[in-house]
T-cell receptor, first 116, second 113 residues
Framework: AQTVTQSQPEMSVQEAETVTLSCTYDTSESNYYLFWYKQPPSRQMILVIRQEAYKQQNATENRFSVNFQKAAKSFSLKISDSQLGDTAMYFCAFMKPGGSNYKLTFGKGTLLTVNP | DVKVTQSSRYLVKRTGEKVFLECVQDMDHENMFWYRQDPGLGLRLIYFSYDVKMKEKGDIPEGYSVSREKKERFSLILESASTNQTSMYLC????????????FGSGTQLSVL
């Protein structure tokens, strides 16, 4: 079974600075998908970024980017120019491909606080 | 935009009651999921459904059942609620296309007293 580990339960950063959230995973699959989700105080889970394992290029969405190290099974999220609205719980998730019914396996989350 | 609607944001029930949590999605998604979220434990999958009337157990199905009679609706049932089922429940849906992520509802905070 796949496992996803987020080793930082809580982090904080000053507004406008850069912060990196860590995620590692364990799988025997060679092809899969990785996700970062954000859950602000409103509780609405929002997809931040998605990475396909067979693509070597790291995914980027505006201020959010990932550092995907396939051999190390590492998938960290970098948030540049942090904003107060980035304060949220962040979850890393893994999904193996194929079929239509595959589920996501989530890490336990990292609570990020952006301070003014 | 995809909309996943959970019928209640907060719910308070008594031990032993039968509880229904309802979820509706408006994007004709094939797959629907129920997760439970607890502090320090992240999201854990209870059940999922890949088609109407089809369901599979997730990682923690004990004490729960589900129903999917129509494609857009997925219900989570607690046959006899217990205090250890006090939690945040998140419904999600996704298209059947491989590699696509989940769209979530805003959650139901259930308290069982």
């Amino acid at each position: 079974a796949q496992t996803v580990t987020q080793s930082q339960p809580e982090m904080s950063v000053q507004e406008a600075e850069t912060v990196t959230l860590s995620c590692t995973y364990d799988t025997s699959e060679s092809n899969y998908y990785l996700f970062w989700y954000k859950q602000p105080p409103s509780r609405q889970m929002i997809l931040v970024i998605r990475q396909e394992a067979y693509k070597q290029q790291n995914a980027t969405e505006n201020r959010f980017s990932v550092n995907f190290q396939k051999a190390a099974k590492s998938f960290s999220l970098k948030i540049s120019d942090s904003q107060l609205g980035d304060t949220a719980m962040y979850f890393c998730a893994f999904m193996k491909p194929g079929g239509s019914n595959y589920k996501l396996t989530f890490g336990k989350g990292t609570l990020l606080t952006v301070n003014p | 935009d995809v909309k996943v609607t959970q019928s209640s944001r907060y719910l308070v029930k008594r031990t032993g009651e039968k509880v229904f949590l309802e979820c509706v999605q408006d994007m004709d998604h094939e797959n629907m999921f129920w997760y439970r979220q607890d502090p320090g434990l992240g999201l854990r999958l209870i059940y999922f459904s890949y088609d109407v009337k089809m369901k599979e157990k997730g990682d923690i199905p004990e004490g729960y059942s589900v129903s999917r009679e129509k494609k857009e609706r997925f219900s989570l049932i607690l046959e006899s609620a217990s205090t250890n089922q006090t939690s945040m429940y998140l419904c999600a849906s996704r298209t059947g296309v491989s590699g696509r992520g989940l769209f979530f509802g805003s959650g139901t905070q259930l308290s069982v007293l």
